[in-house]
């Protein structure tokens, strides 16, 4: 079956930087793009950025465009989200999501990783 | 990159139906048939209700359906029940791979 974990979270100060993970299995990991969607306390989802599978290609959502870099290793079967001059307003659970090969939906997400950015 | 607009909430007792709007633009949801659902519980992941405007996944209920007119989308849910009550949110493709959602809608069983 489908599984995706997340790692790496933390409490960060504002403007340092923090790199999260997402361990893929269950399906060939290479072959789909991948994305990151997050969710601030209490507030809805927003998307954040996405990979396509061979990497060739990274789409960001204007509030982290040049500060967080979406990555994959399909070696390894992860995904990658670093995240760079933190702000408090990057605090969220961040949910990496397998897309569905096609159409642009996804069909299946990881259990989330808390992000919390204070001094 | 501006959010769908869902309404706050809405509520319905057992049994009875309900329909949660989500409206977009032309860029959006108006371009595209490609508008998702996603059901999440607290303290849970999103799970996908709807795909493809109108498409259920394996498992979900067929009392869940999409549709959509002009720049508006909308999932009814029919013969509510309890286990229904959750935050719903609709998501549109936006062009160029990014993908944007709404800004959720609590459901609220009565």
């Known amino acids: 079956q489908v599984q995706l974990v997340e790692s790496g979270g933390g409490v960060v100060q504002p403007g340092r930087s923090l790199r999260l993970s997402c361990a893929a299995s269950?399906?060939?990991?290479?072959?789909?793009?991948m994305h990151w969607v997050r969710q601030a306390p209490g507030k809805g989802l927003e998307w954040v950025a996405v990979?396509?599978?061979?990497?060739?290609?990274?789409y960001y959502a204007d509030s982290v465009k040049g500060r967080f870099t979406i990555s994959r290793d399909n070696s390894k079967n992860t995904l990658y989200l670093q995240m760079n001059s933190l702000r408090a307003e990057d605090t969220a659970v961040y949910y990496c999501?397998?897309?569905?090969?096609?159409?642009?939906?996804?069909?299946?997400w990881g259990q989330g990783i808390l992000v919390t950015v204070s001094s | 990159q501006s959010a769908l607009t869902q309404p706050a909430s809405v509520s319905g007792s057992p049994g009875q139906s309900i329909t949660i709007s989500c409206t977009g633009t032309?860029?959006?949801?108006?371009?595209?048939?490609?508008v998702s659902w996603y059901q999440q519980h607290p303290g849970k992941a999103p799970k996908l209700m709807i795909y493809?405007?109108?498409k259920r996944p394996s498992g979900v209920s067929n009392r869940f359906s999409g549709s959509k007119s002009g720049n508006t989308a909308s999932l009814t849910i029919s013969g509510l029940q309890a286990e229904d009550e959750a935050d719903y949110y609709c998501?549109?493709?936006?062009?160029?791979?990014?993908?944007?959602f709404g800004g959720g809608t609590k459901l609220t069983v009565l």
């Open positions: 269950g399906f060939s990991f290479s072959n789909y793009g």
């Open positions: 999501a397998k897309e569905s090969g096609y159409s642009y939906y996804l069909d299946y």
């Open positions: 032309s860029s959006d949801v108006g371009s595209y048939n490609l």
């Open positions: 998501c549109s493709y936006a062009g160029s791979s990014s993908l944007v």
């Open positions: 990979i396509w599978n061979d990497g060739s290609n990274k």
């Open positions: 493809e405007v109108s």
